[in-house]
């Protein structure tokens, strides 16, 4: 019904830069709000960024303000995650959502959900 697959991960050292992608591939769904969590080993899923349809509604987790930077392209159904002045404890699993509708920064508010891309900032 609706696939969801990031590429982009990959090892940086601290102050790095990185560029998540997530292809999205549905026939059925409208997808209105993208959204992009992380989860960091023995840590709970955290809201990173989320953007809505026509990209004029932004939100950033305080932690990733001024940061990171989340884009969409509705032509080629891919929203981005430029990650820019990374840290050590951003090192975590990101991962792609998607939604239909609008919600929030809570992990169960959205309906897809890609496969995950490790992210690891080195000291």
């Known amino acids: 019904q609706v696939q969801l697959v990031e590429s982009g991960g990959g090892l940086v050292q601290t102050g790095g830069s990185l560029r998540l992608s997530c292809a999205v591939s549905t026939r059925t769904v409208n997808i209105h709000t993208m959204g992009w969590f992380r989860q960091a080993p023995g840590k709970e899923q955290e809201f990173v960024a989320a953007i809505s349809e026509t990209g004029g509604n932004l939100d950033y987790a305080d932690s990733v303000k001024g940061r990171f930077t989340i884009s969409r392209d509705n032509a080629m159904n891919t929203v981005f995650l430029q990650m820019n002045s990374l840290k050590p404890e951003d090192t975590a699993v990101y991962y792609c959502?998607?939604?239909?509708?609008?919600?929030?920064?809570?992990?169960?508010?959205?309906?897809?959900w890609g496969q995950g891309t490790q992210v690891t900032v080195s000291s």
């Open positions: 959502a998607a939604d239909s509708g609008f919600p929030g920064r809570y992990f169960y508010e959205y309906a897809y």
